[in-house]
């Protein structure tokens, strides 16, 4: 089982967690981005830099990622293709993405995107709580436990 983030839009802080985790569960850990990213010396953790452009670090990790693997996004329709694959998505504020619920996240964000694209909302997702790191956190030690603590 390896970790992969969707980095670009990670908040540092959800980062931290990852990292951390990586470390405790000694669970290899890919962070794909299109941009350079710093990250603690560790033989479980690593960055890999692709080009810029739509959807090429989402590419990237479908390509590479297994079904047993947990991918960390707050990109829903990566989600998506992740669990159509057999694998498990994780929001950085603590949902974690099943076949049994991923329909519904969809549909809210399509629904949303036409919201915003009528002007009739102009709004983005909250900012990032303590609750919500608190929440990652948890999600992601509990998944975790469940797959590598065996």
């Known amino acids: 089982m390896k970790l992969w983030v969707d980095a670009d839009a990670c908040p540092r802080v959800i980062k931290e967690v990852i990292?951390?985790?990586?470390?405790?569960?000694?669970?290899?850990?890919t962070l794909v981005a299109n941009q350079f990213l710093r990250v603690p010396?560790?033989?479980?953790?690593?960055?890999?830099?692709?080009?810029?452009?739509?959807?090429?670090?989402?590419?990237?990790?479908?390509?590479?990622?297994?079904?047993t693997d947990l991918v960390i996004t707050a990109d829903i329709p990566l989600a998506s293709e992740v669990i159509s694959l057999g694998a498990v998505a994780l929001n950085p504020r603590g949902t974690l993405y099943t076949a049994e619920n991923i329909q519904s996240h969809l549909s809210r964000r399509n629904f949303m995107e036409e919201l915003r694209s009528t002007g009739t909302f102009t709004g983005g997702p909250a900012t990032l709580a303590k609750t919500d790191v608190q929440s990652f956190a948890r999600q992601l030690d509990r998944y975790l436990t469940k797959q590598i603590g065996k």
């Open 41 to 67: 010396k560790s033989q479980y953790i690593r960055v890999v830099q692709v080009p810029r452009g739509f959807d090429i670090a989402d590419d990237h990790i479908v390509a590479e990622m297994s079904s």
């Open 19 to 29: 990292f951390r985790a990586a470390e405790r569960m000694k669970v290899q850990t």
